[in-house]
C-alpha cells in the first residue's frame, strides 16, 4: 500500500471531496445539521473549526448562525481556497497548516468544531489537543466533535496495528484511518479536562460527541 502526505492527499482530491462525504459516509445527509444544532444561537459566536476543508459543516453551521465568526484551520490549502470562494461574505480567518502546531489560543472562542478529521491520530496526540481545545475556549464553551469511530476495541486495535505494520511515522503524518471507538474518544476528552462528554447521536459508524468547558474554569 502506498500511502499520501495528509495535506497533499487532500490536495489531490478537492473535486471530487464533497461528493464523496455526501455519498460514501455513513450519516452524511444528517451529522453536518447534528452538528450545527449542538451549538447555542449565540450571535455573532466566535467559533475555530478545526480541519474545516471545504466548510461542509460551516454550511449548516451558518444557516443557523449566519453571523458566526469562523476561524478555519487545514493542511490543505486547495481546501481552504474552495471554502474561501464558497463564503466570499462571511467572517472567515484561515490558516493551513496542522492544527497540532498552531496556536489556539487561550479563552478565544465560543465553540470549537471538528467533523471528519480527527481519527487519523493516536490517543495520546487526541488527548492533548483536547486539552489544547479547553484552553481555547471561553468558560461555558462547547466542543462538538464528529467523527468517523471504530465499532468495537478490536477493529481500533487492528487498525492501529495495520498502520504499525507499514513501518511509516506516527498515525496523522500519512493518510489511514486509525479511529478509536466513541467510548475511547469521551475518556480522552475526560481526561483533558472538559466537561460533561457524552455520545449525542450515531448513525453506524459515524458520531456526534459533545463536551464543554466548566463555567467556574478559568
Same mark, same amino acid.
Given at each position: 500500500? +502506498?500511502?499520501?502526505?495528509?495535506? @497533499? &492527499? &487532500?490536495?489531490?482530491?478537492?473535486?471530487?471531496?464533497?461528493?464523496?462525504?455526501?455519498?460514501?459516509?455513513?450519516?452524511?445527509?444528517?451529522?453536518?445539521?447534528?452538528?450545527?444544532?449542538?451549538? #447555542?444561537?449565540? #450571535? +455573532?459566536?466566535?467559533?475555530?473549526? !478545526?480541519?474545516?476543508?471545504?466548510?461542509?459543516?460551516?454550511?449548516?453551521? &451558518?444557516?443557523?448562525?449566519? /453571523?458566526?465568526?469562523?476561524?478555519? =484551520?487545514?493542511?490543505?490549502?486547495?481546501?481552504?481556497?474552495?471554502? *474561501?470562494?464558497? $463564503?466570499?461574505?462571511?467572517? !472567515?480567518?484561515?490558516?493551513?497548516?496542522?492544527? &497540532?502546531?498552531?496556536?489556539?489560543?487561550?479563552?478565544?472562542?465560543?465553540?470549537?468544531?471538528?467533523?471528519?478529521?480527527?481519527?487519523? $491520530?493516536?490517543?495520546?496526540?487526541?488527548?492533548?489537543?483536547? /486539552?489544547?481545545? *479547553?484552553?481555547? !475556549?471561553?468558560?461555558?464553551? =462547547?466542543?462538538?466533535?464528529?467523527?468517523?469511530?471504530?465499532?468495537?476495541?478490536?477493529?481500533?486495535?487492528?487498525? $492501529? @496495528?495495520?498502520?504499525?505494520?507499514?513501518?511509516?511515522?506516527?498515525?496523522?503524518?500519512?493518510?489511514?484511518?486509525? #479511529?478509536?471507538?466513541?467510548?475511547?474518544?469521551?475518556?480522552?476528552?475526560?481526561?483533558?479536562?472538559?466537561? /460533561?462528554?457524552?455520545?449525542?447521536?450515531?448513525?453506524?459508524?459515524?458520531?456526534?460527541?459533545?463536551?464543554?468547558?466548566?463555567?467556574?474554569?478559568?
Amino acid at each position: 500500500m +502506498k500511502l499520501e502526505y495528509m495535506g @497533499a &492527499f &487532500f490536495d489531490a482530491r478537492v473535486d471530487e471531496y464533497e461528493a464523496h462525504m455526501m455519498q460514501h459516509v455513513d450519516g452524511a445527509d444528517r451529522y453536518y445539521e447534528v452538528t450545527a444544532q449542538m451549538l #447555542p444561537l449565540r #450571535p +455573532k459566536m466566535k467559533l475555530l473549526d !478545526l480541519g474545516c476543508g471545504t466548510g461542509l459543516e460551516l454550511e449548516a453551521i &451558518f444557516r443557523r448562525l449566519p /453571523e458566526a465568526q469562523v476561524t478555519g =484551520i487545514d493542511l490543505s490549502e486547495k481546501m481552504l481556497e474552495k471554502l *474561501r470562494e464558497k $463564503f466570499p461574505e462571511k467572517r !472567515l480567518t484561515l490558516y493551513q497548516g496542522s492544527y &497540532f502546531d498552531l496556536p489556539l489560543g487561550e479563552t478565544a472562542f465560543d465553540a470549537v468544531v471538528s467533523v471528519q478529521s480527527l481519527h487519523h $491520530f493516536t490517543p495520546e496526540r487526541k488527548r492533548g489537543l483536547f /486539552e489544547r481545545i *479547553r484552553r481555547a !475556549l471561553r468558560p461555558g464553551g =462547547i466542543f462538538v466533535l464528529t467523527d468517523f469511530v471504530a465499532p468495537n476495541d478490536a477493529i481500533e486495535a487492528r487498525c $492501529f @496495528a495495520e498502520y504499525a505494520a507499514l513501518n511509516v511515522q506516527e498515525p496523522g503524518v500519512y493518510h489511514f484511518d486509525t #479511529p478509536l471507538t466513541a467510548e475511547h474518544d469521551l475518556a480522552l476528552m475526560a481526561q483533558a479536562g472538559l466537561d /460533561e462528554p457524552a455520545l449525542r447521536w450515531r448513525e453506524k459508524n459515524t458520531v456526534v460527541m459533545t463536551a464543554k468547558r466548566r463555567d467556574e474554569d478559568a
